[in-house]
Every structure is written in structure tokens, then in C-alpha cells.
């Protein structure tokens, strides 16, 4: 179809798929109009353009959900376990894609079988696990977390990529003298480049939005990440609409904006980085 | 690199085993893995063959946990959903995402628009999402869908309240925040078919339904064997949508394994009878995965 001139039927079809946008977009049409309202616009005329706007609800949904903490503990959160996930997956698939022995094949086969098992079967485990060392309720709690559940995922990624890099670069290196420790973070890494925007952004819209495991571990600590905030903000004031949406338009904003900047490496990340 | 130092490398790349990096590469990975996911799952293996209520000692009661589940009209309720909601959304999913991806693709001025417009809820937690489409549901006549099939004259619906309608509900804004990823992962696979061969059809008379059908299709098959088993999985552990929406009710109508298992520690601290909900969880997740990949061996084997 690509091919085609821009006649009659791609006319047509350019003014369906923008019906279908508008309609799509209909949710947050209402999300946005109704932050702007007050109770009254509200009862009165729930669907129509807010006449006048007012933007009070978003400074009483800020404080409210105690956004500003959520997005700090999101932040850091989010960011260590990204580091933790690149250095330690990255180091990893080195030494699984370059092994030729049964313990580089079967230590690869064990990582594949997290991406498999769904963390509910070892959830309460865990959960004893995290209590024991004092760890619930803590930002390293999350990030040891965070780094345990996605390393197979992260793993799988770097170590197909890095199957599909030729050996010589490594090996030039070493032959001049370079130690594996050296040949890896000063030749190989850099080269890794690619595949390691697409471990950022999966794992980073994975951990930044996750919900259940900080419920279980941060929920009432003073320490949650923006779902679990928002998720206690909502269940607070459920029937005050403009302000429960201010929430949600401050708690999605950050992540919604990033996107909007890096579009196409994001769309680019979701899409390539499943085919391995 | 110059042509007299080749054959040492060559030679060199022959032992390339002694190049090969040290175990040791793959140790804090391997720790960080094992504390977090193998451990735990193991020991939630254990866990579902016990009475263990979350203090105290526990002790084994063989498949008890399992035969109660089968007396359990919340747990055996659950596992319908599960299923059913895991079906609808692939099916709806993937089909409206199929669409979209075809729409987008075409040669329209408003494709990368739109691209981002479909693609924007995947990145926003499902929680959220989830609690815009609460109003969305809202029973009231003027408010969110209401207000809308109020405007071309039909009834208002209680989308969340009714029992019968609540799960195709969930469905809905679960599809509305992830058919975007569908959409992206087969537009991939649509710039992957080479633009020869649609001319080559066209010029042998072939219609827009026969191109699609022989030659699109055929080679779309790796984007929908991703996109079956990510929204496969992603039905069977469906949470957060049905926690904030519902939180399972009205009654059990949407009640899914992941909620159930939820309750089950968490409210009624009935961790041995929690973790063997999740083991059929894991059997179900296991068996899909099992399955995708023993197809996606077959055609590799095929090709």
C-alpha cells in the first residue's frame, strides 16, 4: 500500500483513521477537561469544555497524593535499578554469549526461565525473604527487586545482540594486551550502545509504572512510587473527579512527556526489542 | 588491520576458547537472579503443598490446597475469567492493533501522528489508565460513555456494576491501553515485507484482500507470534486494571487468578492456599509459553 500515490483511497482512509484518533482520544479528552472543572461544572455539564477553566485542582492534587516525594522515590528507584540492570546484565551476556561450554549454554537456558515463571509463584517467598533482612519499605528493597525480576529479560536482549558482534574486536584487544575485564568495558560495551537504549527504556516504562510489588513492600512506608501514591490518593477522594484527574494528569505528565520527546527511540524500543 | 598480521589472528581465533571471558562475568547476575526469582519460586513450589498462614510453623498437606480450589466458587470463577478475559483481549487486541498498523502504514499525512497518539497509553501505568476508565464506566447517565451514547440516543449502560458486563469492561480499556503495542510490533513486521513484491502482485492483477491474504499475511507471521504470546501472558497476569476498576467485584464477576491469589494472603493470610493459586497460574503461563515456542521451533525448522 505504501507505494501508492496519494489519490482518492488515501484520502479516505486518512479521514477514517482520524475519526478513529478523535474517538481513541476520547478518554483523555475527559481526563483533561475534567481536571479543569470544579464540582459544580462537573454535576452540571460533565462532557463540555470547562467555562472558565481553573487550574486549582492541580495544586490541591499535588500535595494531596504527595506527588513531589512519589516522584523523587520513582526517580531513584527507577535510575538505580537501570544502572544495576545494565552493568550486571551486560557483564553476564558477555560470558553467555562468549562460552562454548555447558555451563555458559545451561547458565543461559536458567536465565530464559525467568522470563518465563511469573513472579506471583515466588511472591510470598520473596515477600518473607525482603521482611527478614528489614528491607520492606526501602528504596533497596525495590532496586534489588527490580534488578532480580528483569535481569532475564535484560540478559536475553544483550546476549542475542551480542551473539550477532563479531569476536575479532574483543580479540584485537586482548591480543594487544588488554585483560577481559578491559576488552569488555572499553571495546565491547561501547559497541553495545544499541541494544542497550532498547534494555533502558523496556525496563524503565516497566519498573516506573509497576504496581503490585510496590503495594506489597512501600505501601503506607512514606516511601511509594508514583502508581502506589496515586493509587491511595484515588481511593481518598474517588468522588471528587477534577481533582483525582489533576492526579493523574501530574502523575502521568513525566513519563508521558519523556515519551513525547523520545518518540521514536521508544516506539523504535517496543517494537525491535522483543525480536532479540 | 594490514594483511601480513591476518593469519595469526586467524590462528589465534581458532583457541578462541581461551579468549572466552571468565565465569565469573555471569556471578552477580546469577546471585541478584537467583535471590530474587529462582529461591522464591522454588520455595513457592513448597509453599503450595502447605497450610502456611503467614505465622508460625507450617505443615505439609499434600494437594489439600488444590482440592479445596476445586470446592472454591471464587477460585474456579477466577480461572473462567482468566481464561476468558485472556481470550478477548487477544483476539480484540490483536485485531484492533492489526488494523491500526495497516492504517498507520498506508502512505497518509497523519501517520506519525497518529502512531503516537495509539502508542501513548503503553507507556502510562496501567493503574492510572484504569482509573480514567473508572470514569469513563461511570454508571451515571450524562457522564463519560454515557454521555456519549446519550448523545446518538441509546441507553446508559452500568459497565463496572454489571455482572454481566463488567469483564467485557476490563477488556475494553485493557485493549485501549495496549493495542498501540500491537500496533507497533506488526507495523515492524509490515516495513519487513519488501515493497517488490506487492508491484510484482499488482502487475499479476492481484486485489488489495488477495495482496494482504498471499503476500502480507504470510509474512507477518513472526510480528503475530509476539504479539500473541505477549498479550497471551499479559491476560493471564492481569492485575493492576481489575484491582483499581473492581478490586474483583461486582460479586465475583471479574475476579481473575492474580486477584484471587492476592486475597488469599494478603486479606485472608492464607499464604499456603495464595501461593497454590499461583502455581496454576505458572502451570497456565507456562504451558502457553511452551507451546509458543515449540511453534516458533517448527518454523524456524520450516524456513
Known amino acids: 500500500m505504501t507505494h501508492l500515490r496519494y489519490g482518492g483511497r488515501t484520502f479516505l482512509l486518512e479521514v477514517v483513521m482520524i475519526v478513529v484518533a478523535v474517538a481513541f482520544l476520547f478518554p483523555v479528552y475527559a481526563l483533561i477537561t475534567l481536571s479543569l472543572k470544579d464540582p459544580g461544572q462537573i454535576a452540571e455539564s460533565p462532557l463540555s469544555l470547562p467555562a472558565p ?11 494531596a497524593a504527595a506527588l513531589g516525594p512519589s516522584l523523587a522515590n520513582s526517580a531513584i528507584i527507577t535510575t538505580v535499578s537501570l544502572v544495576a540492570l545494565i552493568a550486571l546484565g551486560s557483564f553476564a551476556a558477555y560470558f553467555l554469549a562468549r562460552a562454548q561450554t555447558r555451563l555458559g549454554y545451561g547458565l543461559y537456558v536458567l536465565f530464559l526461565l525467568g522470563i518465563v515463571l511469573p513472579f506471583q509463584l515466588g511472591m510470598i517467598p520473596l515477600y518473607r525473604l525482603v521482611t527478614d533482612l528489614g528491607l520492606i519499605g526501602t528504596h533497596a528493597g525495590m532496586i534489588i527487586f527490580y534488578t532480580g525480576i528483569q535481569l532475564p529479560f535484560t540478559v536475553f536482549l544483550y546476549t542475542g545482540f551480542i551473539r550477532a558482534l563479531p569476536r575479532e574486536y574483543a580479540s584485537a584487544a586482548q591480543i594487544d594486551g588488554a ?7 572499553k571495546v565491547v560495551f561501547p559497541l553495545l550502545r544499541p541494544i542497550t537504549g532498547t534494555v533502558l527504556i523496556l525496563n524503565a516504562v516497566f519498573i516506573w509504572n509497576d504496581f503490585f510489588t510496590p503495594l506489597l513492600y512501600l505501601g503506607g512506608s512514606g516511601y511509594e512510587t508514583v502508581p ?33 520527546v523520545l518518540q521514536r527511540y521508544v516506539i523504535k524500543g517496543f517494537s525491535s526489542g522483543l525480536k532479540g | 588491520m594490514s594483511v601480513s598480521t591476518q593469519p595469526s589472528t586467524r590462528r589465534r581465533k581458532r583457541r578462541s576458547g581461551a579468549l572466552s571471558p571468565p565465569w565469573l562475568f555471569a556471578a552477580p547476575a546469577l546471585l541478584v537472579y537467583a ?9 513457592g513450589v513448597v509453599y503450595a503443598f502447605t497450610d502456611w498462614s503467614g505465622i508460625g510453623d507450617m505443615s505439609f498437606v499434600g494437594l489439600a490446597n488444590f482440592q479445596a480450589m476445586l470446592g472454591d466458587e471464587q477460585a474456579l470463577g477466577s480461572i473462567v475469567n482468566t481464561l476468558l478475559i485472556t481470550v478477548a483481549i ?6 484492533v492493533g492489526l488494523l491500526l498498523a495497516l492504517g498507520v502504514h498506508a502512505r497518509i499525512k497523519s501517520q506519525t501522528l497518529l502512531r503516537v497518539i495509539f502508542f501513548a497509553p503503553v507507556v502510562v501505568s496501567p493503574v492510572m489508565v484504569a482509573f480514567l476508565w473508572k470514569y469513563v464506566y461511570n454508571p451515571a447517565p450524562g457522564a463519560g460513555l454515557n454521555g456519549l451514547l446519550a448523545v446518538v440516543g441509546l441507553p446508559s449502560q452500568d459497565w463496572l456494576g454489571d455482572p454481566s458486563l463488567a469483564l467485557w469492561s476490563i477488556v475494553g480499556m485493557v485493549v485501549w491501553q495496549n493495542a498501540g503495542y500491537s500496533m507497533v510490533i506488526f507495523l515492524a513486521g509490515l516495513e519487513g515485507v519488501p515493497a517488490e513484491l506487492h508491484e510484482a502482485s499488482m502487475i499479476d492483477g492481484a486485489s488489495t484482500v488477495q495482496r494482504f491474504r498471499f503476500v502480507t499475511w504470510p509474512l507477518l507471521a513472526p510480528a503475530l507470534t509476539i504479539n500473541l504470546m505477549l498479550s497471551t501472558i499479559g491476560g493471564l497476569k492481569l492485575f493492576d486494571q481489575v484491582f483499581a476498576a473492581t478490586g474483583g467485584g461486582p460479586g465475583y464477576a471479574t475476579e481473575t487468578l492474580s486477584t484471587v491469589l492476592y486475597k488469599q494472603a494478603f486479606v485472608f493470610g492464607k499464604f499456603g492456599y495464595s501461593t497454590a493459586v499461583a502455581l496454576v497460574l505458572a502451570l497456565f503461563v507456562a504451558a502457553v509459553s511452551f507451546i509458543q515456542l515449540y511453534y516458533l521451533r517448527s518454523r524456524e525448522v520450516a524456513q
Open chain 1, 179 to 185: 585483560g577481559h575485564l578491559t576488552a569488555f568495558t
Open chain 1, 228 to 260: 502506589v501514591s496515586v493509587f491511595a490518593f484515588v481511593g481518598q477522594y474517588v468522588s471528587d473527579y477534577g481533582l483525582v484527574f489533576a492526579g493523574l494528569v501530574l502523575g502521568a505528565l513525566p513519563i508521558v512527556l519523556i515519551f513525547l
Open chain 2, 35 to 43: 535471590a530474587v526469582v529462582l529461591y522464591p519460586s522454588i520455595a
Open chain 2, 90 to 95: 487477544v483476539v480484540v487486541q490483536n485485531g
Open chain 1, 53 to 63: 477553566p481553573t487550574t486549582g485542582n492541580f495544586g490541591a492534587a499535588w500535595s
